[in-house]
């Protein structure tokens, strides 16, 4: 899971600083998720997914599809 925020980030041309600010975290706060010594809530997962557009499941490792699944309106 860590190595793919990383991975996100990467491609996104985002720095760590930028990412930790647009998540409301210092640098090392967010440094330390991506080297996965920090435990993930659900509410930073969301963030997360936000952030870059993908589904929660894909940060979790359990699909390799970044999509999103449609909304139910």
């Known amino acids: ?36 010594e920090r435990i993930l809530s659900a509410e930073v997962l969301i963030k997360i997914s936000n952030l870059y557009d993908v589904n929660v499941d894909y940060l979790l490792g359990l699909t390799d599809l970044p999509y999103r ?5």
Not at 69 to 73: A, G
């Open 1 to 36: 899971m860590y190595q793919r925020i990383r991975d996100l980030r990467e491609d996104n041309d985002l720095t760590q600083k930028e990412v930790a600010s647009i998540l409301s975290f210092t640098h090392s706060a967010y440094a330390k998720i991506e080297k996965g």
């Open 69 to 73: 699944y449609p909304s139910k309106k």
